[in-house]
T-cell receptor, first 109, second 118 residues
Framework: GQQVMQIPQYQHVQEGEDFTTYCNSS?????IQWYKQRPGGHPVFLIQ?????EVKKQKRLTFQFGEAKKNSSLHITATQTTDVGTYFC?????????FGSGTKLNVKP | NAGVTQTPKFRVLKTGQSMTLLCAQD?????MYWYRQDPGMGLRLIHY???????AKGEVPDGYNVSRLKKQNFLLGLESAAPSQTSVYFC?????????????????FGPGTRLTVL
């Protein structure tokens, strides 16, 4: 199946610090989605990236798709306590999405 | 609109018992998915469906069966539950599974079913 590695597994930050999670694939991806899951909740769609080198922003969140379409990143500027949760990348291949293991973000107020 | 709903929310089974999890969506989506989520392992695809009457295997299909008799419903069955199937099960749906820059394959998730097999 699809090999996807997401790092780091955990990240603890002080409120106001930045946060980045990376998603690396062993194969070229057609597209990739990012989801956020709050503790005890279900995954919620954040963004979809399709083009090589694509960069998309949503307020304090910046998403990038690598030039070779084998990696992606999510960067949060000036974290807030509302950013707490697990962030998953989900590369798409052959009608299926393969979720990474996620990065669990904890934000200390 | 209710979005994606799952029944039941919680269930405890004994080894060897059977049960069916129901997923329903009211968004007229073609694609539906069943995932399981275990601690620290992200979500793993069990089975999926690209339309009414069709199903396909995902990453971890063994021990599960599915049916999509109606477009809005996707059933996940466990014929003989095992402790290894203790997990949180999520159903999701999307308008289309096809790539191409469309936002239509955004997945909408249900609230999950927490299953414990003793």
């Amino acid at each position: 199946g699809q090999q996807v590695m997401q790092i780091p597994q955990y990240q603890h930050v002080q409120e106001g610090e930045d946060f980045t999670t990376y998603c690396n694939s062993s194969t070229t991806l057609s597209n990739i989605q990012w989801y956020k899951q709050r503790p005890g909740g279900h995954p919620v769609f954040l963004i979809q990236l399709v083009k090589s080198g694509e960069v998309k922003k949503q307020k304090r969140l910046t998403f990038q798709f690598g030039e070779a379409k084998k990696n992606s990143s999510l960067h949060i500027t000036a974290t807030q306590t509302t950013d707490v949760g697990t962030y998953f990348c989900a590369p798409y291949n052959f009608n299926k999405f393969y979720f990474g293991s996620g990065t669990k973000l904890n934000v200390k107020p | 609109n209710a979005g994606v709903t799952q029944t039941p929310k919680f269930r405890v089974l004994k080894t060897g018992q059977s049960m069916t999890l129901l997923c329903a969506q009211d968004m007229n989506h073609e694609y539906m998915y069943w995932y399981r989520q275990d601690p620290g392992m992200g979500l793993r695809l069990i089975h999926y469906s690209v339309g009414e009457g069709t199903t396909a295997k995902g990453e971890v299909p063994d021990g599960y069966n599915v049916s999509r008799l109606k477009k809005q419903n996707f059933l996940l069955g466990l014929e003989s539950a095992a402790p290894s199937q203790t997990s949180v099960y999520f159903c999701a749906s999307s308008h289309s599974g096809l790539a191409g820059g469309s936002s239509y394959n955004e997945q909408f998730f249900g609230p999950g079913t927490r299953l414990t097999v003793l």
